[in-house]
T-cell receptor
Framework: ELKVEQNPLFLSMQEGKNYTIYCNYS?????LYWYRQDPGKSLESLFV?????AVKQEGRLMASLDTKARLSTLHITAAVHDLSATYFC???????????FGTGTRLKVLA | DTAVSQTPKYLVTQMGNDKSIKCEQN?????MYWYKQDSKKFLKIMFS???????INETVPNRFSPKSPDKAHLNLHINSLELGDSAVYFC????????????????FGPGTRLTVL
């Protein structure tokens, strides 16, 4: 069964600092997604990574995928308070139609 | 225009009652999902329909019954509500691509916060 783990589960960081969130998955996957969820809100799609070595960047967030290591990272550069949210990775495998979500990482950026 | 909408947004009810949550998407997607998010923020898939056909049916008590009257709507009916059913329920939709069945990006509704007293 496909399992997805994220670490850390909780992350408190100062504004201006850099940090990385890790997403490990247990079996071969075709696509990897990153989502953001603000408190009390819905999930918003950030990135979709389709192949080994894929890198996507949007503002202070950069996501990458290493399919051989079954690892994706979400790197935060010079964090700002507005990035405080819960970040989820999710993986899919063709033909299963199912997303398996990671445990989520609650990020709090302190001013 | 709201892409994926759910009603109601909040639902407070007594144990033993029966309730329904409705979901509609106007994205033209062929697949819709129900997720449960517990107090620890864990997201668990419950059901999925593709073109009105049930394709995912996870280990969920049979008190939960989904219904999809058409591919733009997916409803969730819950019988005999229990305290443990309290959670946020999200509806989502996506498009299945290609013969191999790749699931594209999912778009989520605003969620329904269910509180069972």
């Amino acid at each position: 069964e496909l399992k997805v783990e994220q670490n850390p589960l909780f992350l408190s960081m100062q504004e201006g600092k850099n940090y990385t969130i890790y997403c490990n998955y247990s079996t071969t996957s075709d696509r990897l997604y990153w989502y953001r969820q603000d408190p009390g809100k819905s999930l918003e799609s950030l990135f979709v990574l389709l192949s080994n070595g894929a890198v996507k960047q949007e503002g202070r967030l950069m996501a990458s995928l290493d399919t051989k290591a079954r690892l994706s990272t979400l790197h935060i550069t010079a964090a700002v308070h507005d990035l405080s949210a819960t970040y989820f990775c999710a993986v899919t495998t063709s033909g299963t139609y199912k997303y398996i979500f990671g445990t989520g990482t609650r990020l709090k950026v302190l001013a | 225009d709201t892409a994926v909408s759910q009603t109601p947004k909040y639902l407070v009810t007594q144990m033993g009652n029966d309730k329904s949550i409705k979901c509609e998407q106007n994205l033209g997607h062929d697949t819709m999902y129900w997720y449960k998010q517990d107090s620890k923020k864990f997201l668990k898939i419950m059901f999925s329909y593709n073109n009105k056909e049930l394709i995912i049916n996870e280990t969920v008590p049979n008190r939960f019954s989904p219904k999809s009257p058409d591919k733009a709507h997916l409803n969730l009916h819950i019988n005999s509500l229990e305290l443990g059913d309290s959670a946020v329920y999200f509806c989502a939709s996506s498009q299945i691509q290609g013969l191999a069945g790749f699931t594209d990006t999912q778009y989520f509704g605003p969620g329904t916060r269910l509180t069972v007293l």
